[in-house]
């Protein structure tokens, strides 16, 4: 079975810092991982996603994450925290392993507060 | 692209009637999936359609929920009995499986946020 944790309720970092939001996964095999941000009463909206290939990828809005297969890890940064970057970011992973499941498994998210 | 969009937003019915939700998802899309959400936990998934076919029901969609996709395009999810513990928010999804820069990548609706009383 798949899984995701993202072992922080909340992560509080101040304008301009850098920040990371950290997501650990657990699959049988290869995995799909995902970024989604959502804004109170909205739907998700896809940030940026790790399929193949270099294991950093680039989203939107200047995010950035890491694949990490030894540490089964992919944590979300961006360089500089804009207030509006404020929101609830949740990471999600496909497991590629056998033929037609397309689910997506999510963690509980993480509550981002950027303060001025 | 004009996006996922679902009908109606907002819900509220009480406990044993039925309800009715509509998703349209982004044109050409020929992948759809249905997201339960309850405060404080990330979307749980519910099923998938490729096409008009159901391919995917997990074990959380219970005989009181049905789910169609009649001609491949639009869809609706139907729970009947409606208990209190069926409040959340239901999202529904859209993903394309030709175009090879955009694969399984998985778009959301607005969501309709159901209230059970």
């Known amino acids: 079975a798949q899984s995701v944790a993202q072992p922080e309720d909340q992560v509080n970092v101040a304008e301009g810092n850098p920040l990371t939001v950290k997501c650990t996964y657990s699959?049988?095999?290869?995995?799909?991982l995902f970024w989604y941000v959502q804004y109170p009463n909205r739907g998700l909206q896809f940030l940026l996603k790790?399929?193949?290939?270099?294991?950093l990828v680039k989203g939107s809005y200047g995010f950035e994450a890491e694949f990490n297969k030894s540490q089964t890890s992919f944590h979300l940064k961006k360089p500089s925290a804009l207030v509006s970057d404020s929101a609830l970011y949740f990471c999600?992973?496909?497991?590629?392993?056998?033929?037609?499941?397309?689910?997506?498994?999510f963690g509980k998210g993480t509550k981002l507060s950027v303060i001025p | 692209d004009t996006g996922v969009s679902q009908d109606p937003r907002h819900k509220i019915t009480k406990r044993g009637q039925n309800v009715t939700f509509r998703c349209d998802p982004i044109?050409?899309?020929?992948?759809l999936y249905w997201y339960r959400q309850t405060l404080g936990q990330g979307p749980e998934f519910l099923t998938y359609f490729q096409n008009e076919a159901q391919l995917e029901k997990s074990r959380l969609l219970s005989d009181r929920f049905s789910a169609e996709r009649p001609k491949g395009s639009f869809s609706t999810l139907e729970i009947q009995r409606t208990e209190q513990g069926d409040s959340a928010m239901y999202l529904c999804?859209?993903?394309?499986?030709?175009?090879?820069?955009?694969?399984?990548?998985?778009?959301f609706g607005p969501g309709t946020r159901l209230t059970v009383l």
């Open positions: 999804a859209s993903s394309d499986s030709v175009r090879t820069s955009d694969l399984d990548t998985q778009y």
């Open positions: 699959v049988s095999g290869n995995p799909y």
């Open positions: 999600a992973v496909r497991d590629t392993t056998g033929a037609g499941s397309y689910q997506l498994t």
């Open positions: 790790y399929i193949t290939g270099d294991n």
């Open positions: 044109s050409e899309h020929n992948r």
